[in-house]
DNA sequence: GAGGGATGTTGACATTGTTTACATGAGGGG
DNA sequence: CCCCTCATGTAAACAATGTCAACATCCCTC
């Protein structure tokens, strides 16, 4: 009953499958376009067999915001480590950035569907992502903590503003440049 | 206009009850929570009875999103008619303050599955609410309109952030104080 | 090579949003 | 006053979804 030669009966790795292929949907399709049994059908799995890796849709949603996290992360540090001029101006830009060309899963990561009090993984992800920022940010949270969450603020708050269109563009306006220009406006 | 004891066939005013409801199951379970028949149960009606009301429950959602842009409309014109020294502070900690008490329906208000391109009518409520925010922060917005899309970008990011517990406090420490400190660290 | 646990399948169930056909009743014109 | 009409509500059904239980298949170890 093999549809061809080449589908065995076990995936091999079929909760990295599930990942991936999910990350392409949700970009796509959006969250509330994931459905469980697409997903499978385009792993080519039955409707069940994700339920041997994930409890539930929302682990598998958790999930993905974890990866998000991670990747968030990863490109913070790149930034920093590249040692810009202005390593604040540099890390924001990266920030918005990645929200821009990460919209859903940005999105998802912040979901407040997956309220992170019953969700451990989540959460840590996210501390350890802010952890991350805060640290190349400046050990001055102590002096300078309120700077650093109003830039953390201005930041995030620009990210969403950005994806939901809220944000108008002149004529000829190009984003990126703008970004910029509201990031350094301290 | 007399609602009599004895449930009648027809309600009365079934639309405006199922926003009442809905507001409140909203506040108390979030988006997820709020499924039509439930609502409908809680009004005291069939399952469908809704529909001669909505189109759909996204539409169900949009004029619930619609209306708290007006109630944050209202809320910023409120704060902005009453000559606050700093009105830029003052209308900062309302829109923050506005965010915090009504949790979920500002989250719903800028929920991507009412991707507002399909919504016309949420589109325009929001850009209303936006524009009296526009009109009383300034007519500097030629000369001074990234500094107040910063602004903006703060004060809303800043919302999002405590509403998903992002920015921790520290003990003893104030929820309003900390908004005015990081508002008015320009 | 025989079992056992991990992994995948099939079929079913409850719930949800939604639609279709029907019931009710308020209000206006004859 | 009756009747007709239309807005409004109900009941019953449908498709789709997340989820689970029972069964099938295969890899790994003793």
Redesign the pocket.
């Known amino acids: ?1 093999s549809t061809s030669l080449n589908s ?5 790795n ?2 990295q499958a599930l990942l991936e292929a999910a990350l392409i949907i949700l970009e796509k399709e959006g969250e509330a376009g ?5 997903l ?1 059908r385009a792993v ?6 994700p ?3 994930f ?4 682990a598998l949603l958790e999930a993905l915001a974890v990866t998000g996290f991670q990747r968030f992360s990863a490109a913070m540090e790149a930034v920093a480590s590249s040692n810009p001029a202005d390593p604040m101006a540099a890390m924001g830009k990266t920030y918005v950035l990645f929200a821009l060309s990460n919209a859903n899963l940005f999105r998802l990561m912040f979901s407040p569907q997956l309220k992170k009090d019953g969700r451990p993984g989540l959460r840590m992800a996210a501390d350890a992502a802010f952890d991350t920022l805060r640290h190349v940010v400046g050990g001055d949270m102590k002096t300078g903590r309120i700077k650093a969450l109003a830039a953390w603020a201005k930041v995030h708050g620009l990210s969403i503003l950005l994806l939901d269109g809220q944000i108008a563009l002149r004529a000829g306006e190009d984003t990126e440049a703008l970004i910029a220009e509201i990031i350094g406006s301290l």
Chains 1, 2 share one sequence.
């Open positions: 009953m065995p009966y076990h995936h091999g079929l909760r994931l459905g469980l049994r697409d499978a080519g799995v039955s409707a069940a067999a339920y041997r890796h409890d539930s849709r929302a």
